[in-house]
């Protein structure tokens, strides 16, 4: 009688934690809870169900127009003609006319504070020539990242047949997003004003009030069409501890909110991020041939993490560094080799990247020459003691 007890109240706890899960998103018909740093998800909800993701679909916008900034294909300075299919989107808009010129930087603002449907459809026409083709190559690129459920036709989120992704691809698009760190000076400004081509100015509000009311919010990317619903993405940043929460199908911009941010204050009061090492911290010297110097100064590629529960103690772990030689030149954030990180118990729980600390460049006939001299003064010293 008493192992009946003891089973009933076990399963009754499972299912007061299973009823507490689904509770943290109660209105939506999607939503998902991830790791910045690892990816790990900490909570989901009918994660890959195919919704229409409205605005959100700007995300996988401002991937493309990052890459193409951070690759230097795009500056942010470079000038964009508005053309008149720009200038005609409807829905959400910062209300450019066709001919004018603005500066990349302006069209960012636009994207990311008021999801400026026109601003989008202009900067994918500098990135990729037409919408049609900018939305070719996101859907290219999300095949890469592994979001297979989702379908783009066209930059901005405005209800269309076949448009369509789910809460885990908009977190997986948006963790990509994130790693062009630059994005978060835009999509974390609350209110700016847009100074237009005749002298007038144009007050951009963020559509994400939770850059102004939650603490740590920062971003990323709301959405509403009759179709899709309530939507959001976003991110927050609590010391080195950083999470992407995405609510889709909501049935309220009300609603969207409170549970963004209870899925916000779920993650930070449930779990901490454990830095292991960092990529300042050096794991060893490696040949060199060929370079300027002789030895390269190995370090992490990114720095190495681990999600852990709050109660949890931290455990110190050891590097194995798998590299042999490096042939140079080599850059900084070239990937040279491997690290195994290995726990307490010898285990193996992760392999990582590893790059060089400083750039090395390849050795002229001038540094041969002088290395030789070096050598064979060293060698006369040696030879008279």
């Known amino acids: 009688m008493k192992k009946l007890c003891l089973i009933i109240l076990i399963f009754g706890l499972f299912l007061n934690h299973v009823k507490a899960a689904e509770d943290l998103t109660p209105t939506a018909k999607s939503a998902i809870l991830i790791d910045f740093a690892t990816g790990e998800v900490l909570y989901e ?34 000038e964009v003609t508005i053309s008149e299919e720009a200038a005609s989107m409807g829905g959400s808009q ?22 400026g449907n026109d601003a989008v459809v202009a900067l994918a026409e500098k990135v990729a020539g037409s919408q049609g083709e900018f939305v070719d190559r996101m859907n290219e690129r999300f095949k890469e990242l592994g979001a297979s459920n989702t379908n783009f036709v066209n930059a901005h989120g405005l209800d269309a047949e076949e448009h369509y992704s789910t809460a885990r691809d908009m977190a997986t698009i948006a963790r990509e997003l994130l790693k062009h760190e630059k994005i978060l000076e835009y999509t ?35 959405g509403f069409t009759e179709s899709a619903g309530y939507c959001l993405t976003a991110t927050a940043k609590k010391d080195n501890f950083r999470l992407i929460s995405v609510v889709m199908g909501e049935d309220s911009s009300e609603n969207r909110s409170s549970d963004t941010v209870k899925l916000l204050n779920y993650g930070f009061n449930t779990y901490k991020i454990n830095t292991i090492k960092t990529t300042d911290e050096i794991l060893g010297k490696v040949r060199v041939e060929g370079g300027k110097v002789n030895q390269a100064e190995i370090v992490l590629l990114n720095d190495a993490t681990e999600l852990l529960k709050n109660t949890a103690d931290v455990s110190n772990y050891e590097f194995n560094l798998k590299v042999k030689t490096i042939k140079a030149p ?52 040696i030879l008279k003691q």
């Open 45 to 78: 909800k009918n994660a890959d169900e195919r919704l229409a993701p409205a605005s959100m679909t700007k995300i996988g916008s401002m991937l493309l127009i990052m890459e193409a900034i951070d690759s230097g294909k795009l500056s942010l300075d470079d």
């Open 94 to 115: 910062i209300f450019l006319e066709a001919g004018e010129v603005y500066k990349v930087h302006d069209l960012l603002k636009g994207i990311a504070i008021a999801s």
């Open 188 to 222: 974390s400004i609350y209110e700016e004003y847009l100074e237009k081509n005749d002298g007038t100015k144009t007050w951009l509000v963020n559509t994400n009030k939770l850059v102004r009311f939650y603490d740590g919010v920062d971003g990323l990317k709301t």
């Open 330 to 381: 080599v850059k900084k954030g070239d990937i040279v080799g491997t690290a195994e990180i290995i726990d307490n118990n010898g285990n193996i729980i992760d392999e990582v990247d590893v790059t060089v600390k400083e750039d090395i460049k390849k050795a002229t006939l001038l540094d041969y020459l002088i290395r030789n001299i070096t050598i064979f003064s060293k060698g006369k010293d």
